[in-house]
């Protein structure tokens, strides 16, 4: 099982950026994938997270972040819009089971994680 996340990278405040999280080794359909940063001196939050028909939010990129997924290309993608400069962090993917919506931020469910894609939102 591996998962490869890329797209980080600069961007100014109120730009857009879009991540990638591969995933070898497994089909999408049977399990969740969740995206998660962490920025300097804080702790790791979710970002976000999708599961067959179904797709959560954190409240603080809800209306600005879109995620989605391509089974063909076994690839989830986490479009970010409106970025702020508290976006900046690294962002990391991670593979759960389909996890309702009260349990996907909790990260002791992921048993896989890619490495971190650093985003920065600066002037």
């Known amino acids: 099982v591996q998962l490869q996340a890329s797209g980080g990278g600069l961007v100014q405040p109120g730009g857009s950026l879009g991540l990638s999280c591969v995933a070898s080794?497994?089909?999408?359909?049977?399990?969740?994938i969740g995206w998660f940063r962490q920025a300097p001196g804080k702790e790791r939050e979710g970002v976000s997270f999708i599961n067959v028909g179904r797709k959560f939010y954190a409240d603080s990129v809800k209306g600005r972040f879109t995620i989605s997924r391509d089974n063909a290309k076994n690839t989830v993608y986490l479009q970010m819009n409106s970025l702020k400069p508290e976006d900046t962090a690294v962002y990391h993917c991670g593979r759960a089971p389909r996890l309702p919506f009260s349990l996907w931020r909790a990260d002791a469910y992921y048993g896989y994680w890619g490495q971190g894609t650093l985003v920065t939102v600066s002037s």
């Open positions: 080794g497994f089909a999408l359909d049977d399990y969740g």
